[in-house]
T-cell receptor, first 112, second 109 residues
Framework: GENVEQHPSTLSVQEGDSAVIKCTYSDSASNYFPWYKQELGKGPQLIID?????GEKKDQRIAVTLNKTAKHFSLHITETQPEDSAVYFC???????????FGKGTHLIIQP | DAGVTQSPTHLIKTRGQQVTLRCSPKSGHDTVSWYQQALGQGPQFIFQYYEEEERQRGNFPDRFSGHQFPNYSSELNVNALLLGDSALYLC????????FGPGTRLTVT
C-alpha cells in the first residue's frame, strides 16, 4: 500500500519568513495530494490540494509543488503569520474521494 | 450551511465494551469516510461508505464496522474495545475533496 513520509516533524520560523514542508510517497498510482491544517482540538482543515496533471498550484500565501518523477510534493507558506501556527499534514490517494494515506505531520511554530 | 458534524464530542468506555459514533455529512455530500487519529500521529483510514455500502477499507480489524443511512449520515461501531482504541475518531464527507468534522475523542480505560 501507499506510504507517505513527511519532514520536518517540527519547524520554527520567524514571523514574515517562509516555511517549506516536504513529503514523499511510494505508490506511483497516486494522483491526488491534499494538505490539511489541524489546530488544537479541531479536525483537519483542507487548505490546498494538487492533482498529478499539475506541477504547481497557488492560493494567496500558500503554494504546493509536485514532482511525480521523484514522487515528492511540498507545501510553501510565504509571509508567515501567527495564525499559521498549527500541525500540517500531507496526504496521498489515487482519487480525491479515496481513503487518504497521511504523513505524520509537521508542527509549524511561528515566532513573533 | 453546516459543515460535517460528529457526536458525541467525548466519551469514556471500559475495555471490552462497545461504542457507536455518529457523523452527519456536509450538505450535498454523499460519501463518508472514517479515520482514527492517535495522539501525535496522522489520521489512519478505517473505511468509506457510499450509497449505503462499504466501498473501501483500510487495515483495521473486523471489530470496526459501520453503516450509512439513506440521508448519507453514518455510524462507526467498535466492539470489544481495547486500550489501544483510545484516539480521536474523525469523519470526513466528500463529493470530490474530503472535509473533516471536529472528531470524537474516545478514551478506553
Amino acid at each position: 500500500g501507499e506510504n507517505v513520509e513527511q519532514h520536518p516533524s517540527t519547524l520554527s520560523v520567524q514571523e514574515g519568513d517562509s516555511a517549506v514542508i516536504k513529503c514523499t510517497y511510494s505508490d506511483s498510482a497516486s494522483n491526488y495530494f491534499p494538505w490539511y491544517k489541524q489546530e488544537l482540538g479541531k479536525g483537519p482543515q483542507l487548505i490546498i490540494d494538487i492533482r498529478s496533471n499539475v506541477g504547481e498550484k497557488k492560493d494567496q500565501r500558500i503554494a504546493v509543488t509536485l514532482n511525480k518523477t521523484a514522487k515528492h510534493f511540498s507545501l510553501h507558506i510565504t509571509e508567515t503569520q501567527p495564525e499559521d501556527s498549527a500541525v500540517y499534514f500531507c496526504a496521498a490517494s489515487k482519487r480525491a474521494t479515496d481513503g487518504l494515506t497521511f504523513g505524520k505531520g509537521t508542527h509549524l511554530i511561528i515566532q513573533p | 450551511d453546516a459543515g460535517v458534524t460528529q457526536s458525541p464530542t467525548h466519551l469514556i468506555k471500559t475495555r471490552g465494551q462497545q461504542v457507536t459514533l455518529r457523523c452527519s455529512p456536509k450538505s450535498g455530500h454523499d460519501t463518508v469516510s472514517w479515520y482514527q487519529q492517535a495522539l501525535g500521529q496522522g489520521p489512519q483510514f478505517i473505511f468509506q461508505y457510499y450509497e449505503e455500502e462499504e466501498r473501501q477499507r483500510g487495515n483495521f480489524p473486523d471489530r470496526f464496522s459501520g453503516h450509512q443511512f439513506p440521508n448519507y449520515s453514518s455510524e462507526l461501531n467498535v466492539n470489544a474495545l481495547l486500550l489501544g482504541d483510545s484516539a480521536l475518531y474523525l469523519c470526513a464527507s466528500s463529493l470530490y475533496e474530503q472535509y473533516f468534522g471536529p472528531g470524537t475523542r474516545l478514551t478506553v480505560t
